[in-house]
């Protein structure tokens, strides 16, 4: 059985008219960071074994032009500037999963 779950734990008190955000405190956007989680319970893998779990999230998938854009957290520590964004309502991912009974995320 694998779990999912969202950590909407940073989901509170959402300024619109506030940039930045405790993840891209530089960012002249309002942004919101949340987590997509994952938990591998009943497969038994051992120590040469793993699962890769990929992963879809779209934002606002029923407009025409979407006004939210997602980036995965580690974008924001690569060193590129806010300019160099790529501003897209799609994120596409993969988690290698290799112990069972535990949360594996990615924060966005």
Same mark, same amino acid.
């Given at each position: #059985?694998?779990?999912?779950?969202?950590?909407?734990?940073?989901l509170?008190?959402?300024?619109?008219?506030?940039?930045?955000? +405790?993840?891209?405190?530089q960012?002249?956007?309002? /942004? $919101?960071? *949340?987590?997509? /989680? $994952?938990?591998?319970?009943?497969?038994i893998?051992?120590?040469?074994?793993? &699962?890769?779990?990929? *992963?879809?999230?779209?934002? =606002?998938? #029923?407009?025409?032009?979407?006004?939210v854009?997602?980036?995965? =957290?580690d +974008?924001?520590?690569?060193?590129?500037?806010?300019?160099?964004?790529?501003?897209? #309502?799609?994120? +596409?991912?993969?988690?290698?999963?290799? =112990?069972?009974?535990?949360?594996? /995320?990615?924060? &966005?």
């Amino acid at each position: #059985n694998i779990s999912t779950r969202i950590d909407d734990s940073k989901l509170q008190a959402i300024d619109p008219g506030q940039a930045g955000c +405790e993840h891209d405190p530089q960012s002249s956007y309002t /942004c $919101f960071q *949340f987590s997509a /989680c $994952f938990r591998l319970d009943s497969l038994i893998l051992d120590s040469k074994s793993a &699962m890769k779990i990929k *992963f879809k999230i779209l934002a =606002e998938p #029923n407009k025409p032009v979407s006004r939210v854009w997602l980036r995965i =957290e580690d +974008e924001l520590t690569s060193g590129g500037a806010e300019s160099d964004v790529v501003k897209k #309502n799609k994120i +596409e991912h993969t988690l290698l999963i290799q =112990e069972q009974g535990r949360d594996y /995320c990615t924060s &966005m």
